[in-house]
């Protein structure tokens, strides 16, 4: 079975760019998370969906962080214009009602790590 | 104050020791703890889930919750490099999806 998948695994861009990143989650899993992960921290929730609805945005940065999740499978995280303090790695995961253990077994991607010069 | 304290390490310890891993929360509505593995440049992975207090065994790890002292423990023993990574402690409240993370420890199994 394949994980979630995501991508670009790296990114470096210049401040005031717009990013995008993407995240396919595993198949059948209606849950889909964004986590931000800054270095030596644990991951902070920035968005979770239900399916294609967001159901929890209340720590994404609205005024420059945008999400969608489309048809309720894949998943773009943007940011635009992007600022010095946005590096960090942006992780995407993934969870299903239906697993043993339900929305406690969220499967983590790899992450993107931008870096914002 | 954090929700969530985690001591960051770093925790070295040779080959076949025991290693524990601790956090201690301050918010009682937490009700579901888990521990997760994060490997350099890598996603976390669970490692134990634990709902309520009490003890949960899974071969060589052994997760402990005392809600009582709001502290949760994480053992392993017969410790091998291939466990070293950050652990990541986390928990979340009944009805409440959201995971609230421990700041990771990053421990090395030396050989």
């Known amino acids: 079975e394949a994980g979630v998948v995501q991508s670009p695994r790296y990114k470096i861009i210049e401040k005031k760019q717009p990013v995008a990143f993407w995240c396919n989650p595993i198949s059948g899993h209606n849950t889909l998370y964004w986590y931000l992960q800054n270095l030596g921290q644990g991951p902070e929730l920035l968005i979770r969906?239900?399916?294609?609805?967001?159901?929890?945005d209340s720590q994404l940065p609205k005024d420059r962080f945008s999400a969608e999740r489309l048809k309720g499978v894949d998943s773009t995280l943007k940011i635009q214009p992007a600022e010095l303090g946005d590096s960090a790695v942006y992780l995407c995961a993934s969870s299903s009602d239906s697993d043993r253990g339900g929305r406690e077994t969220q499967y983590f991607g790899p992450g993107t790590r931008l870096l914002v010069l | 104050q954090k929700e969530v304290e985690q001591d960051p390490g770093p925790l070295s310890v040779p080959e076949g020791a025991i290693v524990s891993l601790n956090c201690t929360y301050s918010?009682?509505?937490?009700?579901?703890f888990m521990w997760y593995r994060q490997y350099s440049r890598k996603g976390p992975e669970l490692l134990m889930y634990t709902y309520s207090s009490g003890n949960k065994e899974d071969g060589r790890f052994t997760a402990q919750v005392d809600k009582s002292s709001k502290y949760i423990s994480l053992f392993i023993r017969d410790s091998q490099p291939s466990d070293s990574a950050t652990y990541l402690c986390?928990?979340?409240?009944?009805?409440?999806?959201?995971?609230?993370f421990g700041t990771g420890t990053r421990l090395t199994i030396i050989p």
């Open positions: 986390a928990m979340r409240g009944f009805g409440n999806e959201k995971l609230t």
């Open positions: 918010n009682s509505a937490f009700q579901y």
């Open positions: 969906y239900e399916n294609e609805e967001a159901v929890d």
